[in-house]
């Protein structure tokens, strides 16, 4: 069974219009949710985090967080033709002594904005 | 530049060559992390150190060793690799809580011929 879970798309999204991408994952433990971007041949940026039920925004992008559904979702209003990337979504978990766990990537949501 | 620093950023070696990946970061980070992205799999978690400790290593064939000298600096050790082991592979760090947020390098792109 998968842990994390992606519409590989592509997704295509007019210019302006609100991109919704989804993410779901199976590890009940989980406590902390990312989303990173990937452009085409780069390495993953970080765009959010949550760790808590409900909504987070940080200008145009918007994560959204129900544990109890295990469901993760990341909106972005405005959609710009420099948002077409691949969009991952990642959870972790924690570990005794504080440590870190590693991320647990989906396989990623392929974003087209259309001019 | 998300102050996560890998060398080279591409490598082309042998089945019988050794070669080292090398990562340093810049934050203050005290969790560093391997990951390999090859074409239509997910990133996968190779290797974790937390306070230049391993604490995780995820069935990754001997053929990859890790190093970890200080907090800062973390290497890959590859030795007799597979054509299959191609891919790119990327470095990152945390602060090394369950909400550290990662920082990933700008990854080593790798062909094994």
């Known amino acids: 069974q998968k842990e994390v879970e992606q519409n590989s798309g592509p997704l295509s999204v007019p210019e302006g219009a609100i991109a919704s991408l989804n993410c779901t994952y199976s590890?009940?433990?989980?406590?902390?949710f990312f989303w990173y971007r990937q452009y085409s041949g780069k390495s993953p940026e970080l765009i959010m985090s949550?760790?808590?039920?409900g909504d987070k925004e940080d200008g145009r992008f918007t994560a959204q967080l129900n544990k109890a559904s295990q469901y993760v979702s990341l909106l972005i209003r405005d959609s710009q033709p420099s948002d077409s990337a691949t969009y991952l979504c990642?959870?972790?978990?924690?570990?005794?002594?504080?440590?870190?766990?590693?991320?647990?990537f989906g396989k990623g949501t392929h974003l087209i904005i259309q001019p | 530049e998300t102050g996560v620093t890998q060398t080279p950023r591409h490598l082309v070696m042998g089945m019988t060559n050794k070669k080292s990946l090398k990562c340093e970061q810049h934050?203050?980070?005290?969790?560093m992390y391997w990951y390999k992205q090859s074409a239509k799999k997910p990133l996968e978690l190779m290797f974790v150190?937390?306070?230049?400790?391993?604490?995780e290593n995820n069935s990754v064939p001997s053929r990859f060793s890790p190093e970890c000298p200080n907090s800062s600096h973390l290497f890959l050790h590859l030795h007799t690799l597979q054509p299959e082991d191609s891919a790119l592979y990327l470095c990152?760090?945390?602060?090394?809580?369950?909400?550290?947020?990662?920082?990933f390098g700008q990854g080593t792109r790798l062909t094994v011929v």
């Open positions: 990152a760090s945390s602060q090394g809580s369950p909400w550290g947020e990662a920082f």
């Open positions: 949550i760790y808590s039920n």
């Open positions: 150190y937390n306070f230049k400790e391993q604490t």
């Open positions: 934050l203050g980070h005290n969790a």
């Open positions: 590890d009940r433990v989980s406590q902390s």
């Open positions: 990642a959870v972790s978990k924690a570990v005794a002594g504080g440590g870190a766990d590693g991320l647990t």
